[in-house]
């Protein structure tokens, strides 16, 4: 969300995003604004999803809006004025005066993003910034960002918001993130929660939490990448088997719709994908918060790298495979919402995700570079013909079969659970 | 050999590859069908969503007010706007009118009316082109007063 309004605050789509001046706006005004973008529906409201049955639907998105849009209510009475950096503009604000909202991302786009270590980096920084003078002093720009962080993400959100997800039932940010993770995905995070003891975001989840996701997530990599390097096949057998592929969607929308039911997730989803993209917007680009931080990267840089050299600053290092996480986050983002919307269920229709079939084959270049990325970030090899998933017999020397006989079960590693807490530079803290 | 035996030559031979591919010249088997080109288009518009925001989406309708029976607009409705709708803010379509129908009275884009318009809870509309495919939305202000006059204001 935040990224995309940087984009919409720059001259034109052609400049880059303009963070500076985001980082500027008042965080009421984005607070409010939140509040609008929320209202407009995102994917409830996106052609191709505003029929579908699972995942954000307009019952959701109404049931937790502010009421009155129209003639003045409460809700066009409380206008965010989001439009020039600074100032309080005529509504309607950027991004909602639009036809169509704006969708924000998948949950998984989140996951993936703190995976990074980049929460816990930032806020180091910005407590340093705030409780002493450890990091050099900044322009006015850093300062505007620090206070925005702050209020927006490190204190309790204001009364009623709709990211307000924090209370006294559940005060802790990080383990209300992580339990939103475990619930959908049956995934922790790759690096212990700073400072929490033990694992409490698996307390009184019941036992509806997605443990198969990841297994089934990694076999269908799997079995699209087999049909990838099948598809112009012409002679010999061919194990692709689009039906396979297609249960396999099938089975992930299922299990999404199942922790979705009555809009359950949606308010925890909608406000740790704005706060991931708050974080990731810092690293996008070489803004004057970077800059400050001496963490520019030049133009040919990437959000890695940036996180990289600020996580220096604090004494901190990130872990290494942020750079290919940064990128499946956007990737895996729009997949996941097409699979939970169902739209890969039939096998015609999972062709898309392997076949060539038009000059400019999106999907099937998405989930491409999506399966090299995964492999590279979790090390699992995911285009060895002898690779099995966890949970399966091992591979034998044998000629292996293409799909396994029956789905994946669960069998997901944890986080570990030691206690690490961020120093003040003295030591590297390794996330 | 010339520019245009050179490409009747590769016709041909591409002609015979699907031949033996697939059994058959005539249709092209490796191209998507229709639903499927629809589902590829709405994830790039998806995912181009997602990164720019909605800037490419469907078309704001100008001012629109609402009242029993009447809708006007400070712009005339594109010639492309078949039908329009009202729907509630849980997206539930409250009506549903023709275009042409709702102005044959007024002989205006700009104004519609139809006895099938009605306030409700009608917070939202979207106007439809022939095919169906949403073009445009719009946010009314409600009267329960429709206009003395048929202008559009």
């Known amino acids: 969300m935040f990224r995309t309004l940087a984009r919409l605050l720059a001259p034109s789509p052609l400049d880059p995003p303009n963070a500076d001046g985001l980082f500027t706006i008042h965080p009421l005004q984005l607070s409010r604004w939140l509040e609008e973008g929320w209202a407009q529906g995102g994917a409830a409201d996106w052609p191709g999803f505003d029929t579908s049955p699972t995942g954000i639907t307009p019952d959701t998105v109404s049931r937790f809006q502010l009421p009155g849009e129209l003639n003045g209510g409460l809700l066009a009475a409380l206008r965010s004025g989001v439009g020039v950096p600074g100032v309080f503009s005529d509504p309607p604000a950027l991004g909602t005066g639009t036809a169509l909202a704006l969708p924000w991302d998948h949950l998984i786009y989140a996951y993936l993003v703190e995976s990074t270590g980049i929460v816990e980096i930032l806020r180091e920084v910005v407590r340093r910034y705030v409780v002493g003078e450890t990091l050099e002093a900044a322009s006015d720009v850093t300062y505007s960002w620090v206070r925005g962080t702050e209020e927006l993400f490190f204190r309790d959100p204001p009364l009623f918001a709709i990211n307000g997800t924090v209370s006294a039932l559940r005060p802790d940010q990080v383990v209300n993130r992580r339990n939103a993770y475990w619930r959908m995905f049956g995934m922790d995070l790759p690096h212990p929660a700073a400072g929490v003891e033990g694992q409490p975001w698996k307390t009184d989840v019941g036992a ?18 087999l049909a990838f390097i099948n598809d112009t096949n012409a002679v010999g057998t061919n194990p692709t088997d689009a039906g396979y592929i297609a249960y396999l969607c099938q089975t992930l929308s299922e299990m999404m719709a199942m922790r979705r039911r009555v809009g359950m997730l949606a308010r925890e989803e909608f406000g740790h994908v704005v706060t991931m993209s708050w974080f990731h917007l810092l690293v996008d680009t070489d803004n004057a918060v970077v800059r400050d931080l001496q963490a520019s990267t030049g133009a040919t840089g990437n959000p890695a790298d940036r996180l990289a050299r600020i996580a220096q600053r604090v004494g901190i290092t990130p872990p290494r495979r942020a750079r290919e996480l940064f990128e499946l986050a956007d990737l895996v983002s729009p997949v996941l919402m097409f699979i939970e919307a169902g739209r890969f269920n039939d096998s015609s229709d999972a062709e898309l995700l392997f076949r060539a079939g038009s000059a400019d084959p999106i999907v099937r270049e998405t989930m491409n570079r999506i399966i090299d990325l995964w492999q590279s970030a979790t090390g699992q090899s995911l285009k060895d013909a002898a690779f099995r998933v966890a949970g399966s017999p091992s591979a034998s020397p044998a000629p292996p079969s293409a799909q396994p006989v029956r789905l994946p079960s669960a069998g997901l590693t944890t986080a570990p659970e030691a206690v690490k807490t961020t120093t003040n530079g003295s030591a590297p803290v390794r996330l | 050999m010339n520019d245009s035996q050179s490409s009747e030559l590769a016709e041909a031979i591409e002609k015979l590859t699907k031949f033996l591919r697939h059994g058959s010249q005539f249709p092209d088997p490796d191209r998507f069908s229709s639903e499927q080109q629809k589902i590829q288009r709405d994830f790039r518009a998806l995912q181009r969503g997602l990164r720019f925001g909605n800037a490419d989406g469907p078309g704001l309708m100008a ?17 492309a706007a078949v039908t329009i709708g009202g729907y509630t803010r849980q997206r539930k379509k409250v009506w549903k009118v023709t275009v042409a129908a709702a102005t044959s009275s007024t002989q205006n884009r700009a104004h519609l009316r139809h006895p099938d318009i009605v306030t409700g809870d009608v917070v939202r509309l979207r106007a439809f082109d022939a095919e169906g495919r949403w073009i445009l939305i719009g946010y009314p202000v409600v009267r329960e007063t429709p206009p003395v006059t048929g202008k559009a204001h």
């Open chain 1, 208 to 225: 509806a939490s997605n443990l198969r996701f990841g297994e089934v997530w990694v076999e269908l990599l799997r079995q699209v990448w």
């Open chain 2, 63 to 79: 001012d629109p007010v609402l009242s029993p029976g009447d809708l006007t607009f400070r712009l005339p409705l594109p010639a």
